[in-house]
């Protein structure tokens, strides 16, 4: 090495060369490396391309198939998808419209060839005009939506024999030579897709919703801890209300479920065209039942996004209200997080175990906290009725929430906007922008005649402060119940992954965490605790 | 016609047969206007594939072209869309892809050509194995989706034209004559597209957005009646879980809201590709801002979502209970039913008005909501407080609903249930099977041991049933507050609206309406008040 290092310039510079070259070849290894089943994808479909290039360079398939072969390439170009399952979908939709549409196309040529002179195209003319508002018509029958790409492929093939039946070239022989040609184009993608590198759609299918189970239980966990900790946080931000990637952590852990509707429907469509493999070794395994159980998962994010909605509300509960209920609140999302993971669990380790045991842990962290409101839920109501003044006074000195005072002394110094110049373009990076919205905002709330009250002791905006304290604690019982809400939906989604393991034959696990849920619910809880302090 | 009717045999033979004729045409025609657009768009790709067809049958376009004319009528099929703007993109993405692959193939070609004997189909293949790959990889990257198609069709071209090149014909000749051919196609799609009856994916975003403001007024509007109304209704049934049509109209309403994420994304997209017309008469008409107020309706739809399952929620308020609120909670639905349709008229006529008029009835309503919740929530809490006690015994006899009050009974002679037998398939359908789910639900959630009390004067069952009237009470209280979020997410949707309305100028409309918001909104109280009743 030595050696080297010493060496005359020549040398130097080639070594520099050969750093450089690996840098490069690193760098292209890193990128192809950060997404591989794309990168394993490209390479496959460059393979089945090469392969199908193949038969137009050898000699042999030339000489049988002539310039036709291109419809090979073709066929390996148009059928390799990303998935084997819509590989499969699209190799079988094309391969049964050729052959179809070649039928069809012969009869008709033959018919239309009765016809002598002028008539001859006007009657071909005529039967390309019905096939095509037919078949048009027909692809876009609601059921026929998966054979889209078949129809269209038989209009190709019609038209691409017809006009060959037209012109005197030999119809049949061009029929059975162009679906040959595609079947064989057709086996090449399809053997390249599954015996390369398989991609599973799935096991796509299985990883997405097994991902969705946990990233529910952060966010239920992480929202749930946040409003225990009285974090005070703007309101909706605008990316959030328009779907789009956000920098919140609750937020990003129900997108995902929130969005991927259409996706899971096209993945268990597509994995309904595999063949039995791997972990889903069995015949008609139940993929719409993964579909079922990411809709019902996508029914309880609905009672988070409105859990979330709590939390960036405006009118909230004060942190010393919150702390009343806290042990309970924070046991039922803790035992509702564990029941989600729980069950995905199941479904990622395709076991089977006890819906009632898993469920246990949430039922009893619930009734506690029915039962706690039910004891103290009087905290929650108006301060001044009497019994309650000495308690409150003592324990929890309830505040407007910062942002609500803050609004009532800026209006006084703002003074009225002008609403028109308001209601413009909305950029939510400019802290401007949001700053003038905020206002608008704010201002916009409490915006009423005093004649609206019906007392009249104290002044308009003590009033107004008293109502909003009422409404704020009030919102704390709306949590609640909203957590309770998301409890009782997990019955479902124990139902469905229950039908789930029934259907597609999970193992059986011998119950040995039957007799412990609150044990591991109150491990679970003493381990995460430190999230609330 | 009475000479018909009396006239031989033969006549009126031959009348039944043109009876039955028209009956036939008539049940055709009603077939076909059922969906106008999909009878449109058959008719229109007729023609279009008809005129692709001609040039094939007519002498002169074949004599100039040859056999090669089959690529008109292909691309015809292929960029041959439902709506104008997902034919421009793909005629745009095919012109270019195989521009693109032309030039390159030629390029590649002509180098590969340079190598002799076996070197030349070496480099042949090497080159198409790069191309299919980065071009795949290419095709992967999340901003080129739009593209996709142009990448697919640079594959097809590039390799049509390498075999050609290999093959000894007349590379240049055919890629010149290749691109001219598919533009001719493409024309052809494009014209009778562009020019006979067109259907724009813009007037559909439009007319989507503005009939899902609509449709959610109407899903709030039954919704909080149905609840005041005291509706018993079951739990979420499987389908509404699924995401599927059914029969609730609550349901209905917000359920094409929530499912056209996607549709109103894909449609922004090709709407962007086409030109101005009619209405949108503007370049660079702001169409992704139709994506965003669909968003924000989205995000008002999940509180709606929230609300429904209040209504359906197996803990809930009793009738007499949700009556103390009843005005003002049917004023709220009313004030945001009203804004949600102001807006979406707005949108439909595209018109300009004053947001801070449209939200000044909803303010109104809130406050008096949030004013009565804080004068009169003591009485949504427990009853035996002592001071209540008079008030509750006469107005309210608060009893449990009645499902629950079933449950405890039938447990008692249903004995415990074996709960492995109870998970398996669910198959909505069934009356028996939900039975036995109900079963299983109503025993599941009272499932608590005797000590977890901090009270023992009475009977086990009779505080459990106080919990659950406390529960039950409190659940007015969240429907009620994510009724204010429902209002308060509207003003996002008004600044959305305001924003869109800016840069697609929206004409401004005189203000006539803005000093009236609440008699308006009073008017329509007493003309949906029979709902209610």
């Not at 040398?11 to 520099?16: E, F, P, R, S, V």
């Not at 072969?69 to 050729?98: D, L, P, Y």
Request: contains cysteine; hydrophobic residues 45%.
């Amino acid at each position: 090495m030595d050696d080297l290092g010493a060496s005359t310039p020549f040398l130097n510079k080639y070594a520099q060369k050969v750093s450089l070259c690996r840098r490069i070849l690193r760098s292209i290894w890193h990128f192809l490396s950060k997404e591989p089943a794309k990168s394993i994808h490209a390479l496959k479909m460059a393979i089945a391309f090469t392969l199908a290039f193949l038969l137009a360079l050898i000699e042999l398939p030339y000489s049988v198939f002539g310039d036709h072969i291109i419809w090979a390439i073709m066929t390996v170009i148009v059928v390799f998808e990303f998935t084997i399952g819509a590989t499969f979908s699209k190799g079988v939709n094309r391969g049964i419209g050729t052959l179809l549409a070649g039928l069809l196309a012969v009869v008709i040529g033959e018919l239309a060839s009765l016809g002598k002179g002028i008539v001859h195209p006007i009657m071909v003319g005529a039967c390309a005009f019905i096939t095509g508002a037919m078949v048009t018509y027909g692809k876009l029958w609601p059921t026929m939506k998966p054979y889209e790409y078949g129809f269209r492929i038989f209009l190709i093939t019609f038209s691409y024999i017809m006009v060959a039946e037209y012109r005197q070239s030999d119809p049949i022989r061009m029929a059975v030579n162009r679906f040959f040609i595609i079947l064989l184009g057709a086996v090449i993608g399809i053997s390249v897709n599954v015996f390369v590198l398989p991609l599973w759609a799935g096991d796509e299918l299985h990883e997405i919703i097994s991902k969705n189970f946990n990233s529910l239980a952060d966010s239920l966990e992480v929202c749930v801890n946040e409003y225990l900790r009285g974090a005070v946080l703007e309101r909706v931000p605008t990316k959030i209300l328009m779907g789009l990637a956000a920098d919140d952590p609750v937020y990003e852990g129900y997108r995902s479920t929130l969005i991927s509707a259409a996706k899971e429907e096209s993945l268990a469509t597509f994995a309904s065209w595999e063949p039995p493999h791997g972990r889903f070794w069995k015949f008609r395994y139940p993929w719409q039942n993964y579909v079922k159980v990411g809709a019902i998962l996508r029914h309880c994010t609905y009672s988070i996004v409105a859990l979330h909605a709590c939390l960036r509300s405006a009118i909230q509960a004060p942190v010393q209200v919150r702390s009343l209920f806290r042990d309970e609140i924070f046991a039922v999302s803790q035992a509702c997080a564990l029941a989600f993971r729980k069950l995905g669990g199941q479904v990622s380790l395709m076991q089977k175990s006890d819906g009632m045991a898993i469920m246990s842990g949430v039922h009893r962290a619930v009734e506690q906290l029915q039962e706690s409101l039910y004891l103290r839920s009087y905290l929650l109501v108006r301060p001044e009725t009497g019994i309650l003044e000495q308690k409150l006074t003592e324990e929890l000195p309830l505040s407007v929430i910062p942002e609500i005072k803050k609004s009532e002394v800026d209006m006084e110094v703002a003074g009225r906007f002008n609403p028109t110049a308001l209601g413009i373009a909305v950029k939510p990076e400019s802290p401007l922008e949001l700053n003038r919205r905020q206002y608008k905002r704010l201002y916009s709330w409490p915006h009423r005649e005093v004649d609206d009250y019906k007392f009249t002791k104290d002044s308009v905006l003590q009033q107004k402060v008293r109502v909003l304290e009422s409404a704020s604690a009030m919102s704390l019982g709306t949590f609640a119940t909203l957590l309770v809400e998301v409890a009782m939906r997990l019955d479902y989604l124990v139902d469905a992954v229950d039908e789930l393991g029934e259907l597609a034959g999970f193992r059986e696990v011998v119950k040995e965490q039957s007799n412990g849920p609150e044990q591991q619910g109150e491990e679970n809880g003493t381990n995460h605790s430190m999230f609330v302090l």
